[in-house]
Each structure stands twice: as structure tokens, then as C-alpha cells.
């Protein structure tokens, strides 16, 4: 029978009474009896009997008494002190607030870098502390900080047919590719919840070997703007584009995208309809890269479209080189349960200088551009253009509310 406790040291206040005033077989009766009711070890439960209600002069002004409803405080300092956690809250602000098991891998790195960039001024204990810590550790350090942080999604896809049976199907467990240049692609909307009339488009275009990722907003998703996003993300990849895979929707399964990749030698597949798991790698930087970034507002002004163009110059740096992901390695099924495996976590930069098809000159340069980088400054400039491209979104909400409003008054029966 289970107890609590509370059951528990109810019953060793009742058994130590009398277990001190035994004889010595009526002690290992009583130990026994003990025992069976509250589950403990014969050497523990015998301490606990032995030791409660008795008293222990310590001194002519101090008498302790043995209480086994007390739990003795250790006076102890932590390991990880103050310093230490207001240096990692830092670091973990800086990188977005992420997990202990994406932190932990890069964090000795990204101490470095901050350093060296003059945002990060540590004392050697300090640091020699933080950068050891693990992922754990981390998540239990950061649960205080977690908790004081604390519509509708609309989808924009119609299918497409032209050319549709030309393109061939690939699905998630085709996409085997162990070299950098083949991506996914998709749009994602920024309706603010009403479809109607024109609003801007963000192009997430998605590496699968590395995780390396480029955003492009766009004015709509018309055909000739997709294609010329695409062609320019293309231009500024770190490695030569190889393949391009997309959904169903008519932006993608074209005539222009299919000429584009017919004519720079790309291979062009497409998902199955109605099956978003073939496109997985780039559905989940929609949400970790896109709308964590711009949320979801309304964005249809030429403005809007240029903050959303600067916004992300700087995220694709931030995004790409100090932001680790985990991939998955291994996935078995056993009855009801899923047990999954994933590889240490290491930026999209960090995976392409292990590439083997990169050439040294591409590494050379992707370390140059990493060189002239501030993850804190970037930091900054992103939240800068974040709270722009809200005050904007706000500022057109308004006058469409008053619009609105104009046109029930004018439409009202006198």
C-alpha cells in the first residue's frame, strides 16, 4: 500500500515513541511492522525511529530536537552564480531565446564572437563557467526568464495545373541529397487575417543539407515576381543552386518557374496535393524564420514591402550563421511510440564549411562575411525594423477602420 508523506511521518511520530521504550525484540517488531507500512530501507527506517523526538544539549543555551517534519537547509552556494546567469540571460537574448539543446553546442563560439565584438566582458571564472554549462542546466537557469515572457491562420494556395504533369512528384522520404544546393520553397501570406485585394508575400527558400535559409517579400504572388525573387536569392546563395522543389499552388507549377529551371539546368519537383509534410523543411522555417520575425499583420504598402526587404538583409545573416539548428537522424516507431534521434546542433554556416562540394574559395568567403559580423548588432537592427513594421501596420489599420466606418455612415438609412 502507497502512503504519502504527510502518512509517513505521521506514522514514525506514533512508532518512535514507542520503538525508544522497547526491549530490543520488540524493536525489530516494531522495525518491521514500520517498514511494511511506510516502504523504507531497514537502515533508514531504524535512524528515522532512533533519532525522532530526541533531544541533544548542544550548549548551556541551545537544545536540538530530533524532528522528521524538518528538512535540513544546506547552506551551499550554487555553482552557477548570479554572474554567470545574468551572462548567459544575455547571450540567450541575443540568439532569440532558444532552447538549451541549441545553445549549449555553439555557446562556447558565440562567447567568443561577442568578445570580440566588444558586447560580452566576462571574468575568467565567468566565463570559464558559462561556456561549460550544459543544455539542462541552461533550461533550468532560464525557467524564471522563460515565464516572465510570456487568428486564424489563413492559407493562400490554390493548385495549380498547368504543366502539372510534367513535374515530377518527390515526397519527404525522397529527399536523401548530401550536398548543398537543393531547396524547398514556399510563399507565405501576410493578410492580417482579410484576404481581399493585394497584400505582400514573403518567398522562404529553404537548403536541405544545410538549413541554410533566404526570405524575399514580394508584392503579391503573381508569377513574375516569384521567379524574380527566386532568381535572386539564387544569385546571393553560398553555393550554386542544384534543385528546387515547391507545393502544388499555381505560383509555383508554371510556366515561367518551369522555363527558369529548364533553362539553368535545375531539377523541379513538387509535393503531393494536399500532403504539407513533402514540404517540411521549409514549412517549419515559415513559422522559426518568417513569423517569428514579422508576425501576422497586415502588409500590402510599398513601404511595408521595403521594411520587410531590410528587415530581412539582416535576418538571413542572423538566421544563417548564429542560429543552430538540430537535424533528424533516426526515427523508429515501436507499437504507439515515436522515438526520434537528432545530431548536435550547429548552424547553417557551421554545416557548410563541412560541405565537401563547397570549394575553398566559398568557404573562404562565407568566413569573411562571418568575420564582419555583430549577432548583437544585428540583433538590434532587426528589433529596430520589427517595431517600424508594426507602427506601420497599426498606422494602416486605422485608416482602413475609418474608412470603414465612413462608408456604414454614408450607406445608413436616414
Known amino acids: 500500500m502507497r502512503t504519502t508523506m504527510n502518512e509517513r511521518r505521521t506514522v514514525t511520530k506514533l512508532f518512535a515513541e514507542r520503538y525508544q521504550r522497547a526491549t530490543k525484540k520488540e524493536k525489530g517488531e516494531l522495525l518491521n511492522e514500520y517498514l511494511k507500512m511506510t516502504g523504507y530501507d531497514r537502515c ?64 562556447a563560439e558565440i562567447v567568443t564572437k561577442l568578445e570580440a565584438c566588444g558586447e560580452l566582458r566576462l571574468k575568467a571564472g565567468v566565463r570559464e563557467k558559462l561556456i561549460s554549462i550544459s543544455a539542462a542546466t541552461i533550461d533550468r537557469l532560464l525557467a524564471s526568464e522563460r515565464e516572465k515572457m510570456g487568428g486564424r491562420k489563413v492559407g493562400h494556395t490554390k493548385p495549380g495545373t498547368l504543366l502539372k504533369h510534367q513535374i515530377p512528384v518527390r515526397t519527404f522520404a525522397d529527399w536523401n541529397e548530401q550536398e548543398p544546393g537543393f531547396v524547398e520553397i514556399d510563399l507565405v501570406g501576410h493578410e492580417g487575417g482579410k484576404a481581399s485585394g493585394d497584400f505582400c508575400f514573403t518567398l522562404d527558400v529553404t537548403d536541405i543539407y544545410s538549413g541554410w535559409t533566404e526570405t524575399r517579400a514580394v508584392r503579391n504572388k503573381a508569377r513574375v515576381w516569384v521567379v524574380q525573387a527566386l532568381d535572386g536569392i539564387a544569385t546571393g546563395l553560398p553555393f550554386s543552386l542544384k534543385g528546387v522543389d515547391s507545393d502544388n499552388g499555381s505560383e509555383f507549377i508554371n510556366e515561367h518557374l518551369y522555363s527558369y529551371c529548364v533553362g539553368r539546368h535545375l531539377t523541379f519537383t513538387r509535393a503531393r496535393s494536399g500532403r504539407k509534410n513533402d514540404n517540411c523543411y521549409v514549412e517549419q522555417k515559415n513559422y522559426s524564420v518568417v513569423r517569428r520575425a514579422v508576425g501576422y499583420a497586415r502588409y500590402e504598402t510599398e513601404e511595408q514591402l521595403g521594411l520587410l526587404n531590410e528587415l530581412y538583409d539582416h535576418l538571413r545573416l542572423y538566421t544563417n550563421y548564429f542560429q543552430p539548428v538540430m537535424k533528424l537522424r533516426e526515427k523508429k516507431r515501436e507499437g504507439s511510440k515515436v522515438s526520434k534521434k537528432y545530431d548536435s546542433a550547429r548552424t547553417p554556416y557551421q554545416r557548410l564549411l563541412d560541405a565537401p562540394q563547397l570549394s575553398k574559395e566559398q568557404k573562404q568567403r562565407l568566413c569573411r562575411e562571418y568575420g564582419k559580423l555583430n549577432p548583437a548588432q544585428l540583433k538590434r537592427e532587426i528589433t529596430r525594423l520589427q517595431e517600424e513594421l508594426l507602427k506601420s501596420a497599426g498606422r494602416e489599420a486605422k485608416v482602413d477602420s475609418r474608412q470603414a466606418r465612413s462608408s456604414s455612415q454614408a450607406i445608413r438609412p436616414r
Open 44 to 107: 533508514y527506517g531504524a535512524w528515522l525511529l532512533r533519532g525522532h523526538g530526541k533531544r541533544v544539549v548542544l550548549d548551556s543555551q541551545r537544545v536540538a530536537e530530533g524532528d522528521v517534519s524538518k528538512r535540513l537547509r544546506r547552506d551551499c552556494q550554487p555553482f552557477y552564480d548570479q554572474a554567470v546567469k545574468l551572462a548567459l540571460v544575455k547571450v540567450w537574448m541575443i540568439l532569440d531565446c532558444i532552447c538549451g539543446k541549441r545553445l549549449a553546442p555553439i555557446l
